[in-house]
């Protein structure tokens, strides 16, 4: 008799998985106490219901591998066990410890059903002990791909909100740039300010870098690309924004900003783009 | 073969190339339009490449090259409706097309143009 399969026969008796699962459900309420306890108890019944049943299923088909065909249910739904803990805020050890707490019980149990046989029982508790590790790095590994669809999604977000195109003056757009500057982010900036280029019809286009903390050789290079390209498309570009310290900084660096206007700060720049494009401003 | 025609607007040429551009179309653009620019001794080209999508490298040398060379017979030329995808091809192919000049639609173009000559 292997170990899976007196696994397989703990849990295909109703009491003694009753008795597994009331100890489980104590060792969790220790484990993860002291936290948000953002899991209600009834959630938790309910969960670790479904992973015995589940578990009880996959184990009597005798298969040891977790990642075989006969735990995919058990896998899917560890799998959203751990996405809903992540998206509570749980962190890995927590969500780990949805299984590894479920060790004690269930070895105190084969030990229970071995009675004195000590070779049975170390062989069963091998067997447990392989299949809940690989159980438990599956669920941290579900974790952790959740949470970096979290961090990509806040990224993704992050993008859209620091670079939107307003509107000026008819025939003047401004872009005022937050947070450092990329080369992904520099695509989004110019895709999005050269299509409202076309949109508006707008000639003129500040640029205002007011809230780049640095700018070194590569932002200076994404900064000219995105002068260039306006240029191409028959608009006129204005860097405005450009603080003492970045001045110097450009010059240092030996940046060679010619052909390319920039002013001190947006209020010129404005004033320089309504003479541009015709306007006179009187008091 | 097709070919992109040229119009003739007073003393400007207008050549709105509407297909898109394989090389040799445009090596053909570039033996018409001087000979057009030669014939009617036209003092502006506007170049409308609105309808554009797609350039590689030598399609946007090539139009480099025929705006300096309308330029060298004596007319101004002038790039106009360039589409974003296209502009930030050419940026990123390290081409910025120096000494040409844009403009962003067909009708900015012509004032450009009339501008500066009248």
């Not at chain 2, 502009?87 to 000494?99: D, F, R």
């Amino acid at each position: 008799m292997t170990g899976i399969t007196s696994i397989a026969d703990l849990l295909g008796s109703p009491v003694k998985q009753q008795t597994i699962q009331t100890q489980w459900l104590r060792n969790l309420s220790t484990a993860v106490s002291g936290t948000r306890g953002s899991i209600s108890s009834d959630e938790l019944a309910k969960q670790t219901q479904e992973f015995l049943q589940l578990l009880s299923a996959a184990t009597r088909s005798g298969a040891s591998d977790v990642d075989g065909a006969a735990y995919k249910p058990l896998r899917d739904f560890l799998e959203g066990v751990s996405r809903s803990r992540a998206q509570q805020g749980f962190t890995s050890a927590e969500t780990a410890m949805f299984i590894f707490s479920f060790k004690q019980p269930l070895f105190e149990q084969l030990h229970a059903a071995n009675g004195t046989n000590a070779a049975a029982l170390a062989q069963d508790i091998w067997a447990a002990t392989q299949l809940l590790d690989a159980l438990g790095l599956h669920t941290i590994k579900a974790y952790q791909l959740s949470r970096e669809d979290v961090i990509r999604r806040q990224q993704e977000d992050m993008l859209e909100l620091s670079t939107p195109v307003v509107k000026l003056w008819d025939g003047i757009l401004a872009l005022p740039m937050i947070g450092t500057l990329d080369s992904a982010r520099t695509q989004v900036v110019m895709e999005s300010l050269l299509n409202r280029i076309v949109e508006t019809g707008s000639e003129v286009a500040i640029l205002d870098i007011t809230g780049v903390p640095t700018v070194d050789t590569l932002v200076a290079q994404h900064l000219l690309k995105t002068v260039t390209a306006l240029r191409l498309m028959g608009a006129e570009c204005i860097i405005s924004g450009v603080r003492p310290q970045i001045a110097q900084t450009i010059v240092h660096l030996g940046v060679d900003l010619q052909g390319v206007t920039t002013k001190a700060n947006l209020a010129d720049a404005l004033a320089l783009a309504l003479k541009r494009t015709g306007y006179t401003v009187s008091r | 073969m097709d070919r992109i025609p040229i119009l003739r607007m007073g003393e400007f040429l207008l050549v709105s190339i509407q297909v898109d551009l394989h090389d040799q179309l445009v090596l053909q653009l570039q033996d018409d339009l001087t000979n057009a620019v030669h014939r009617h001794a036209a003092r502006g080209v506007l170049i409308d490449i609105s309808a554009v999508e797609v350039v590689d490298s030598f399609i946007g040398r090539m139009i480099s090259d025929i705006s300096s060379m309308g330029r060298i017979l004596g007319a101004r030329t002038v790039l106009v409706g360039m589409r974003p995808a296209v502009a930030i091809t050419l940026v990123e192919l390290g081409l910025s097309l120096p000494g040409v000049e844009t403009a962003l639609t067909v009708e900015r173009g012509m004032l450009r143009l009339r501008a500066e000559n009248s």
